[in-house]
């Protein structure tokens, strides 16, 4: 099915379900698994849509300080991004993310939200106590059997807990107690800069899960998930089709100056070579002239010395040079002594 239509069918069945308005919402999709159903395979979908009077305002505001927003990613689906760091071969990963009061669970697969579940915790105050804590590892425990129990289900392998309310040493040591699966909290030493602060370093170390869901964010690929509106995506396309452009241009025209440049060169050397060369080219006439007429000279007296004198052509010649006031009777050459009188 094309995106466009696929989209529409989401909002259809939203629609009926949810009393969605494909005006008022932002939508998102991403392709999570290929189930066998009834009739054959089934393709799975996360599916997350976001009212426009809470993510427009945001947006404007990050608008107005100057910013540029490629995604608006959904922060389950982030959870979900950053756990596949946490991934183990033929498992699921479980993402508990704990906040003020309330608690995100999500189980992942290869970077995909499989499920999600929001659980409101009353009366905490923004306080995690012991009684609160066992409320969330029983919702944990319950969702880990619902989603086992489901057809499209792997085992979970892990409980990775994130959130502003993740004290590490805390959870470590009430859940193991509580879970039959391991628990951990991120690990962030791969994700520091080395040009950070050291106390910035301290406080990502001592707060890890704090930045999970932000790492997520800023990991997840720009695709179909992404809540993005369509203005803001074709504007951002067109963007870096401008760019691209302006790159293509900036780089074309340095290639046309380099080619003027090589050219102009080029034209300058084929000039003083022509120029040499014509000097050469008059230097060759001017020998040549000096050569034949040096070969002319040696032809006569080569021909004379052999004594094979054109008597017919010596005849003409001195009738032609001699005046005409002189009558030649009598003509003798002397072959042995080369005489000619």
């Keep these: 099915m094309p995106p466009d239509d696929l989209e529409k069918a989401f909002a259809w069945d939203l629609k009926k379900k949810y009393y969605f308005n494909s005006q008022e919402n932002l939508l998102g999709y991403k392709e999570v698994a290929v189930v066998e159903g009834e009739e054959g395979p089934e393709k799975l979908y996360s599916v997350f849509y976001c009212e426009n009077k809470i993510a427009l305002p945001r947006l404007d505001q990050l608008f107005s300080l100057g910013l540029e927003v490629q995604a608006l990613i959904p922060g389950q689906a982030a959870l979900a991004r950053f756990a596949s760091g946490e991934a183990i071969p033929d498992k699921d990963i479980l993402v508990c993310d704990l906040n003020e009061d309330t608690v995100r669970i999500v189980v992942a697969r290869q970077e995909r939200a499989v499920l999600v579940r929001n659980v409101a915790l009353t009366g905490t105050d923004g306080v995690f106590t012991d009684e609160a804590l066992g409320r969330v590892a029983e919702e944990v425990r319950k969702t880990i059997e619902f989603y086992e129990s489901q057809k499209y289900a792997r085992p979970i392998g892990k409980t990775v807990f994130t959130g502003v309310r993740c004290e590490t040493t805390r959870i470590l040591d009430f859940m193991t107690a509580k879970l039959s699966i391991p628990v951990t909290v991120p690990s962030l030493e791969h994700f520091i800069s080395g040009s950070l602060d050291q106390a910035d370093k301290d406080l990502l170390l001592s707060q890890p899960g704090a930045f999970a869901l932000a790492l997520g964010a800023a990991l997840s690929a720009d695709d179909t998930l992404n809540l993005v509106p369509s203005e803001i995506k074709s504007k951002n396309r067109l963007g870096k089709l401008n760019h691209l452009l302006s790159l293509g241009l900036v780089a074309f025209g340095m290639l046309l100056l380099a080619v003027v440049g090589v050219t102009t060169m080029n034209l300058n050397w084929t000039k003083s070579h022509i120029s040499v060369l014509e000097k050469e080219f008059t230097k060759l006439n001017e020998n040549k002239k000096v050569l034949e007429a040096m070969l002319t000279r040696s032809r006569v007296r080569r021909t004379t010395l ?6 017919y052509a010596l005849l003409k010649e001195l009738s032609l040079r001699t ?19």
């Design 306 to 311: 052999k004594g094979d004198v054109p008597m």
């Design 323 to 341: 005046p005409g006031t002189i009558v030649i009777k009598q003509l003798q050459y002397n072959r042995c002594d080369m005489i000619l009188t």
